[in-house]
Nanobody
């Protein structure tokens, strides 16, 4: 079992920055790939970024590439999503998710555990 809790969502102006945190507890954290997903109002959940269990190679959605950075600190059982140059279309509930395999994935269905989400609202 892995428990995940997201922190850091809030209202921010367009062009601003925000860092989301995902705190994990439970099984060996470093063996889990972590993904960030988001669900805009009235839309389906979508992939944002993913990082393997050991860190290293990350993968991003085209819509956030160059603006968002995912990182992790396995000593603290934490994963972060640094979001810069925020746009109104980034408004969504952001979720972190863990999969029991260390390899990253874009597919939500491949993740085994999910946090409750944190709301990010970007005003124009």
């Amino acid at each position: 079992q892995v428990q995940l809790v997201e922190f850091g969502g809030r209202l921010v102006q367009a062009g601003g920055s925000l860092r989301l945190s995902c705190a994990a507890s439970g099984r060996t954290f470093s063996s889990c790939a972590i993904g960030w997903f988001r669900q805009p109002p009235g839309k389906e959940r979508e992939f944002v970024a993913t990082i393997p269990g050991s860190g290293g190679s990350t993968v991003y959605a085209d819509s956030v590439k160059g603006r968002f950075t995912v990182s992790r600190d396995n000593a603290k059982n934490a994963v972060y999503l640094q979001m810069n140059s925020l746009r109104p279309e980034d408004t969504a509930v952001y979720f972190c998710a863990a999969r029991v395999l260390p390899l990253p994935s874009r597919l939500a269905a491949t993740y085994d555990y999910w946090g409750q989400g944190t709301q990010v609202t970007v005003s124009s």
